[in-house]
Every structure is written in structure tokens, then in C-alpha cells.
């Protein structure tokens, strides 16, 4: 059997977009990823199906496995003729201990690779808002370990050195030492007023700083209950801090977002909820695709054959855009037949589907649901007017209903259908029933349902009182009506049924929480 090949990837401080574009390709064209606490787990989305996952953490109170154990792993992982890629929190070689294991690789003719990552000391300070350099404050710097005893830091730093010699001090896992570490450096020789800074959990959503001074610090860490993992900032460059921060000021900051929309749609709102600030975890419960039932395509087909017979053609979703035009494709039937027929959408992103088509809705409502629709054409409607309604076969009976009781003609075609989705994220489940979710999002009923289904479907036998503790964000109305059936609360409701309005219900919502805890 050929050996195979191992890479040794530096995963960043913790947000998943600092991972470096090489790390990036490791992660999607490897057989085995080994990692470790540091790394973000959302990283592992990347990886292609059937990827062995060996988590090889440690914790402050716990050793996972000891690192002769992961070395000697990945040797013995090469040596069956895998691809393996060991991701590591931060930069492999800056106390990533990547030597140890690149050497055992080397001792048994493993081919290896080195991908350097973004190391925590200098990417955590910076979105706490403190540049570990300054042309006025410091033009140097140390990054020094502090996780080991008293006796072995005395050993391994030269305190005397390290404390006249440069401008910023940076100490990685060194919070349980910070008193240890402060005393020494103030009988070295510096001030006790010199600035200190400890950020936890550096990059990600729970990113917390407290600030104090060599004399104050270690009372500070202990009455906020400070804990690990963190970087220490010593110098002046953490008095940066006050005007630059800027990670923390963001609108979402500080929120796990579940985001339950279907796969396509999910990753606009979660690029959406990360620029704000906040952490997107998708989690989609809704699929939906083509009928494949012989009769409902025969019908389907009939509908559709009828163009020219329509003076209304009303679409109410992004999806029903989508589908009406891949049916259409598929049965060869040309767009510019339905030429008699005037349109209408159902919201922005409806009307934004059908423009990228060249086509522009003549109507949108105030409202961005069905009653709005009616209510903005209903001048217009006329008696008799046949209306070709392309949707889903979950889409409510308010519309077709309505223009019924209004004398018109409505042909309900169901060009998709909808299905609890399969295979969820096992992370997000995780962090679910851990608690860790800050905020859900729902943007249909039918994401409401399938959640709880989903739940359900996972072993949990009473999905809402799960949830009940988590607030929940409705993109409208008509949402909010099915969460409170499930018996939940939305803390949440959009202005308009947009996700526009969604995020920014979401963000004030943010802001007011903060201000509560401030308060």
C-alpha cells in the first residue's frame, strides 16, 4: 500500500474565515482530519463526505490524548494510504508542538506539509481593537508561553530579558498564572501601571476583554471569573483599545444564530448575520424539489400548455420563480407565450427572481404576504380573470381563496414540493441541546415545523420545551402565528417580512439586551 500524506494546518485564531485558502484545500481533499479544541468545528463543513473526524483536544482539566499518542496517530493514519490534514487552533508552529510531529513523520518516510496559519497572538488583540504594534508605542514584540508552572516559566523565560527588551508582551494560555506573571514582570522592571489586556475566546462570539494594569489585573480576571483560553497583552498598545475596538461594536455580536431556511437559501442569511457581527449556524429543516409523481407532472404539464389562456401570473416565492422555469425548460414550453398575462410578486426577492430574468413585476405589496398582494391589486382585478398560481404544495389557501370570492379564475400548480430535510449537522444539535444557541431564526411556518420534527426525529421527545428558553426571531406575522401554535414565544417580529427587516428587528433586539445587562 502507498503512504500517504499528512498536512499539518494552522486553523486560525477561531473565526472559520481566517483559515488560510492552502488550509482551505487541505480541509476539502483529505480522508482523516485530526483536530483539536483551538480549531473552529464549523471548519468541518468543509470536509467531503465520508471523512473520519478524530478529535484530539485537550481541555485545562483533561487530556484528550497526550501528543506522543497524536503523533504516533498520524503515522500510523499515513501509513494505511490516507490523506490526513491535523488541524491546529492558530499557527502549527508557534506552541503547536508541529515539530514533535513533523518529526516522527519524517523518521517514518511520511511525505508532510507545513500550512502556517493566523496565530491567535496577533489576530485576537487586533479584534479586540489592540495593534500589538505601534509606531508611537511599540515597534517590537514577544510571544511567550505561560502555561506552564512557576518554576518552569522561571526556567524557559528570562524575565529580566523579556521585560526591558521589547515593546508588547504577548502571553498564550497564561490566565491561571496571570498573578505569577504580573509580579514577575513588575520586579523586572515594569511599572505596575503598565496596561494589561486578557481576551477570551478571541475571534469568535463569545470573545470577552477585560483591561486592567500589572498591579490590578489578577484581582480584575478574578472578579469577572475570567477563564481559559486567552491572550495576554502587556504594554502600552492595549490603551489602543478604547478608540479601535471594533469586532465587539458590531450590531450581531455576541449571538450563535440558528438559521433554519432550506440549503439555498440559508447561506445569504448567514453571510448576512456574519458581517453584522453574530455567528450563522446552519441548520436547514426544509428541502423541497420536483414532484416526481406521474400524475401531478401530467397536470402540471396541462396547466402550463394553457400560456396564452392567462391574465394573471402570480408568483410568491423565490422558489415558485425557480421551479415555474425549470418546468418550463423541461417541457420546452417558450416564456414569451404567457405574453397576455401581467405579474405580480409577493415580496422583493420574488420580484428580484423574476427581474434577473428579464421580467418585471408590475405589482408589489406593502406587506409581503399574500393579503398584501390582494390588497394592492384589488383594483385591478377583474371578474373572470384567469390567474396561474406557481407554488409549493405546502403555500396557504388565502390567496386562491380570495381572488375566488373576488370572481376570478385561479390555477393552483404545485411546481415543488416540501420535505422535512435529512442528514442534519450533528454540531449544531449539539450546541442546541447545550444551550449554546443565543438566538433562532425562522423564516416560514414551514421552518417552524420541520424544526420540531427534526428534534423530534434526533430523540428529543419534547422539541418546545427544548427551545422555549432560546428567543426566537419571526420573519412576519403569519410566522409568528405558527411558532405561538407550537407553543413557543417569538421575542422577535420583523417590521417587514424581509430579511431586511429580520436583521434589524434582530440587531435592535441586540442592543436593548445589552444595554439591560450594562444597566
Known sequence: MNKGKVYLVGAGPGDPKLITVRGLECLKLCDVVVYDRLASPRLLRYLKPGTEKIYVGKLPDRHTMKQEEINRLLVDLALQGKTVTRLKGGDPTIFGRVGEEAELLVDNGVEFEIVPGIT????????????????????????????????????????????????????????????????QLMKHGKAPETPVALIRWGTRVEQRTVVGTLATIETVVKEAGFQPPAVIVVGEVVLQREKLQWYEKKPLFGLRVLVTRARPQASELADRIEALGGEPCEFPVIETRES?????????????????????????????????????????IDARRFHGASLAAVGPKTAEALARRGLIAEELPVKFHAEGLLERLASRLKPGERVLLPRGDLAREVLPRELKALGLLPTEIDVYETFVAEGQDELALEWLREKEIHLITFTSSSTVTNLLEVLKRNGIENPAELLADIPIASIGPITSQTIAEAGLRPAIEADDSTLEGLLSAIARHNATSKLREEG
Do not use: C
Not at 512557576?150 to 523579556?162: A, Q, T
Not at 416526481?292 to 396541462?302: W, Y
Open 120 to 183: 491567535s497572538a496577533i489576530a485576537v488583540p487586533a479584534y479586540a481593537g489592540i495593534p500589538v504594534t505601534h509606531r508611537d508605542l511599540a515597534s517590537s514584540l514577544s510571544i511567550i508561553t505561560g502555561h506552564e508552572s512557576p518554576d518552569k516559566l522561571d526556567r524557559s523565560i528570562h524575565w529580566d530579558k523579556v521585560t526591558n527588551a521589547t515593546g508588547t508582551l504577548i502571553f498564550l494560555m497564561g490566565v491561571a498564572k496571570i498573578g505569577y506573571i504580573a509580579d
Open 292 to 332: 416526481a409523481e406521474p400524475a401531478a407532472v401530467e397536470a402540471l404539464q396541462a396547466a402550463l400548455e394553457q400560456a396564452e389562456q392567462y391574465d394573471w401570473l402570480m408568483f410568491t416565492s423565490v422558489n415558485g420563480v425557480d421551479y415555474f422555469f425549470d418546468w418550463l425548460r423541461k417541457f420546452r
